[in-house]
DNA sequence: GTCTATAGTCCGATAGAC
DNA sequence: GTCTATCGGACTATAGAC
């Protein structure tokens, strides 16, 4: 694995423990076991290596979940298996932690990553329910677009959740009560 | 307003726009507008005054909650009012947010506040489910602790969404899908 | 391309005058 | 109780040798 990688694959991991303004520079030579010159070498700033990790973290969750979607058999299975699927409870979502540093909302090109994972997520599922509904599946008087949005908000809420109980149960609590709710949806 | 009452305010307005770790003491000094003798004087340190400032903070937040639910008619009532209560939006939660700063996490007196005030909603809203279930206003088939879990997780979540999305349309399609999923939930 | 040395700033906290 | 001065260390970034 190339010097540049290494630099990549450390800022990742340091970026969904410690977050933006919180890792440093140093920190991520250190873990990558390169000098202060390679990095800089390599990525003009903080900013920029940040900005190349969020792009790669981004398109790799956006390419993942959409094999995991497009996989069950039904729309309603694929909407249960977002919210089964296993997640990292404690360690919070990648992406989604970063919305609390100002830093990183203050500046487009670390933002923007996450903007559009987060929307894409939203658009998969609501083409799910929607194709749901004209199957059938799923009752037609709900918005499509409000009940995706509301699935991802329950994901990202449940990380939350978790870290603050430190207790991945508070995780699993959390979606067994959006499973609840999305029984709710099927026709009947 | 005192030297200590004006310390505790600054910290709390910057605690929820910056977090624990991006606020420094100056900070908080300048914007009490008081030298860094009279904070240490009031606070032993950084950590001490935080947790002071997220106990604080947790206890308003628990009170007006608790005022809020009480008011509604009926127990469907009060879970859509939790969730259709204004909020900023794009400011987040200012106890929710603190969950991604590790330094608070590792912080028992930085954490309780949070995870006791994240808890305490949770309780609020799985008596009120409950209350439903026993008057048949509310289905019987579902687990009252897990969806009030996913409930609180719903309005953690659409803060995370309207700040990715830098736009509070994000939260308030969070809460249309929430209030389509809860519909779901009542008898027919 | 990679390294070490160093610059200049800000951090959290303490000392001590008033 | 409040202030200013200051400590020792960490921060992001640059310089320049190899």
């Known amino acids: 694995m190339g010097t540049r990688e290494r630099i990549l ?3 990742a991991d340091l970026l969904w423990e410690r977050g933006y303004t919180a890792t440093s520079p140093q920190a991520i030579q250190l873990a990558a076991g390169v000098g202060q010159g390679s990095m800089y070498h390599h990525f003009p700033s903080k900013a920029a290596l940040a900005a190349a990790s969020l792009r790669d973290s981004g398109e790799q969750l956006r390419r993942s979940t959409a094999e995991l979607l497009r996989t069950a058999p039904t729309p309603a299975d694929a909407v249960l298996a977002y919210l089964r699927t296993p ?3 404690l360690r919070g979502c990648r992406l989604g ?3 609390q540093d100002v830093d990183v909302l203050a500046d487009e090109d670390l933002r923007s990553p996450i903007a559009e994972t987060l929307t894409y997520y939203q658009g998969l599922l609501a083409a799910l329910l929607e194709e749901g509904q004209r199957v ?3 009752r037609s008087d709900f918005s ?3 009940v995706a949005a509301t699935l991802v908000a329950i994901i990202q809420g449940a990380h939350v959740l978790a870290r603050a109980e430190q207790a991945p149960q508070a995780f ?3 979606v ?3 499973v609840h709710l999305v029984e709710g949806l099927r026709t009947r």
Request: aromatic residues 0%; without cysteine; hydrophobic residues 40%.
């Open 172 to 174: 699993e609590r959390v």
């Open 9 to 11: 694959d450390a800022t």
């Open 97 to 99: 932690r970063m919305t």
């Open 144 to 146: 499509a677009t409000s």
């Open 87 to 89: 997640r990292e409870a």
């Open 136 to 138: 059938g599946q799923l």
């Open 176 to 178: 067994a009560g959006a």
